[in-house]
């Protein structure tokens, strides 16, 4: 048999261990092909998902508010509407957002904010303000490197049990996705607009400015921005996962 098949297909035969696992595939699944790897999940995948769960998300985000008159968030980059100011002072804000409540904010005493840093936060500012709901919530976080430590998925594991979204967690979330983030795509500018509305003073009053303008969002607010989300979802799926710009 082993003749015939190098005689006829111009290559070694498999072997009996190969052919015995071919045909337990073939009983298994009715074919001898290998599935398609699904690879990291895609927006589209993620997105009937998420509309089942989108009510107890407790979305989280860092920006920099500079006293110059710029917001950075990673990447993004939010001109105020004043002419920038010759100034390097800066505040690095944490804050949170559920479906019915702002959670924050928190100011970074230090410039950078390091894992250990951002776990003390989670320990003494986040889970007590969350503790009557953390057995319901979900928590969001992005794929910064202060957030997917050791120390801080683990930390997440054991408050967040098979409930937490990020790099390395137990629930999937498409890389790269401000539109579905309601702190990028609506957060952080709305509060921008408020900071900034004339010129910064100095580092205390930027703070003020950054608390008062958070006191504005209020319920009717954040169920209008989850409806967003759920639009949102909505385009991702009819687009099949793709990336589109939304006004």
Request: charged residues 25%; aromatic residues 12%.
């Given at each position: 048999?082993?003749?015939?098949?190098?005689?006829h297909?111009q290559?070694?035969?498999p072997s009996?261990?190969?052919?015995?696992d071919?045909?337990?595939?073939f009983?298994?699944?009715g074919s001898?092909?290998s599935k398609k790897?699904s690879g990291r999940p895609s927006t589209?995948q993620?997105c009937?998902e998420e509309?089942?769960?989108m009510?107890?998300i407790?979305?989280?985000?860092?920006?920099c508010?500079?006293i110059?008159?710029?917001?950075?968030?990673?990447?993004?980059?939010?001109w105020g509407s004043?002419?920038?100011?010759e100034?390097?002072?800066?505040?690095n804000?944490w804050?949170?957002?559920m479906?019915d409540?702002?959670?924050?904010?928190f100011?970074?005493?230090?410039?950078t904010?390091?894992s250990v840093?951002?776990?003390?936060?989670l320990?003494?500012?986040v889970?007590?303000?969350?503790e009557?709901l953390?057995?319901?919530i979900?928590?969001?976080e992005?794929?910064?490197?202060p957030?997917?430590?050791t120390i801080i998925?683990?930390a997440?594991?054991?408050?967040?049990?098979g409930?937490w979204i990020?790099?390395g967690?137990?629930?999937s979330?498409?890389?790269?996705s401000?539109?579905?983030?309601?702190l990028d795509?609506?957060?952080?500018?709305?509060?921008?607009?408020?900071?900034y509305?004339?010129?910064v003073r100095?580092?205390?009053?930027?703070?003020?400015r950054v608390?008062d303008?958070?006191?504005?969002?209020?319920?009717?607010m954040l169920a209008r921005t989850?409806?967003?989300i759920e639009?949102?979802l909505?385009i991702?799926?009819a687009?099949n996962?793709?990336?589109?710009?939304?006004?």
């Open positions: 048999m082993q003749r015939n098949f190098r005689t297909y290559k070694h035969p009996r261990n190969s052919i015995i071919l045909k337990k595939k009983l298994e699944t001898v092909l790897s589209q993620i009937y509309q089942r769960m009510t107890p407790l979305f989280c985000d860092e920006a508010f500079h110059s008159g710029t917001v950075n968030r990673h990447n993004v980059r939010i004043e002419n920038p100011l100034c390097r002072e800066k505040s804000v804050c949170a957002l479906h409540q702002v959670i924050g904010p100011f970074f005493a230090e410039k904010a390091i840093i951002y776990l003390d936060m320990q003494n500012f889970y007590p303000q969350i009557t953390q057995s319901e979900i928590f969001q992005d794929g910064a490197p957030h997917w430590s998925r683990e997440l594991d054991k408050h967040f049990p409930r990020g790099r967690s137990p629930i979330w498409p890389p790269r401000p539109d579905i983030t309601p795509f609506f957060l952080w500018g709305y509060v921008k607009d408020i900071v509305k004339t010129q100095d580092s205390d009053q930027l703070k003020t608390r303008a958070l006191t504005t969002v209020d319920v009717g989850w409806q967003e639009y949102r909505d991702l799926r687009t996962g793709a990336h589109v710009q939304l006004y």
